[in-house]
């Protein structure tokens, strides 16, 4: 009996709006606390963090921004990068999140996303999950692609909401004080 | 449509702060070929792994993978990657999984930033973490744990 179902079961799907996607190269564990901080000084928000073990024992960062702040961040990872003598960061532009869940530790869902876009060609950027969901980075202009596969390969529920976000959460720029 | 949000509690209010203990982190590498491999490695193989955490990032051409998962499902696993041709990157390391969980974590900014503030405090640095839609986690050496959880708590409420 395969424990791998054929046509994984899924009970929802949902992609972001437009980000840019922030990479550095390794060892910038010591680093990211520091780039954070002024981040959210300026209040930037980060819809994915990542700080990944990876073939050296120190971190890589992957970093998710809005496209309006992306420049900005950019500018002060490679100034960070330049002072503590790493190498440069670099940027990819118009990147959206594709999450579905429910995970359930399930390592078998991400592997079936995997092994889906690649029968396609495609090629993710990264992978990463939550406690409960599976989030795919993928460019822009594989999103319709991607989200047709999943749709296709995965069992999901009748009458299900588009995968497109409705609604935006803006921040306000000032503080409930300063209202 | 669009919602302007102010947020502004102290402490950062989340459904929870959970504290996980007797988890291994598997770390590996391999072609994209590899990882694809994973699904028809995983069949057959009845459980599966139970895999807390994976996250899978491409450096040129190899990928890593980094899994959290807890002790006792680590032969599955080992044998699992193995099948599919991944290599480890070094040995598997124990861990301890600090969890935080929204509201709104995907909408705000500064949330990883205070949880760093407050662990550069009891000089506690984290071997992984990842902030994704509205959690937060983070790994610690097993014996950190309750200082990091501790440091954590003055920064985050919980129910």
């Known amino acids: 009996m395969s424990a791998v179902n054929p046509q994984p079961t899924i009970a929802g799907l949902k992609c972001s709006h437009e980000l840019c996607l922030l990479e550095t190269t390794p060892d910038w564990a010591a680093t990211l606390p520091e780039l954070l901080a002024e981040l959210a000084r300026r209040r930037v928000n980060l819809p994915l963090v990542l700080d990944l073990p990876c073939k050296a024992a120190a971190g890589r960062v992957a970093l998710c921004l809005e496209p309006a702040v992306a420049e900005e961040a ?16 670099r940027l990819i532009r118009q990147v959206v999140l594709v ?45 319709a692609a991607t989200l047709d596969i999943l749709a296709r390969d995965f069992d999901l529920p009748e009458g299900l909401s588009p995968p497109e976000a409705r609604m935006a959460v803006v921040q306000s720029s000032r503080t409930r004080e300063e209202v | 449509m669009e919602t302007v949000a102010i947020y502004s509690e102290r402490p950062i209010k989340t459904y929870g702060l959970k504290v996980e203990h007797g988890l291994v982190l598997v770390t590996g590498q ?15 193989v009845d459980p599966p792994p139970r895999v807390i955490h994976t996250s899978a990032w491409p450096e040129d051409d190899t990928w890593s993978i980094s899994l959290c998962l807890a002790h006792d499902q680590l032969p599955a696993l080992l044998a699992v990657l193995e099948r599919a041709g991944l290599e480890l990157s070094r040995e598997p390391v124990p861990v301890g999984l600090i969890h935080l969980q929204g509201p709104h974590f995907g909408d705000r900014y500064g949330i990883v930033s205070q949880a760093l503030e407050g662990l ?31 440091a954590l708590a003055e920064y985050f409420s919980s129910p």
């Open chain 1, 99 to 143: 999450q579905f869940f429910p995970l359930s530790q399930d390592l078998g869902l991400p592997a079936a996303a995997l092994a889906s876009l690649a029968r396609a060609g495609l090629t993710p950027l990264g992978l990463a999950t939550s406690l409960s969901a599976v989030v795919l980075v993928v460019r822009q202009e594989h999103l």
């Open chain 2, 120 to 150: 550069r405090q009891v000089a506690v640095a984290p071997l992984g973490l990842g902030a994704v839609v509205h959690s937060l986690f983070m790994l610690f050496e097993p014996a950190q744990c309750p200082t990091a959880l501790e």
């Open chain 1, 74 to 89: 950019w500018d002060l990872a490679r100034r960070a990068a330049e002072a503590h003598g790493l190498g440069a960061p």
């Open chain 2, 30 to 44: 391999g072609r994209l070929a590899d990882l694809v491999a994973l699904q028809s490695s995983l069949a057959g």
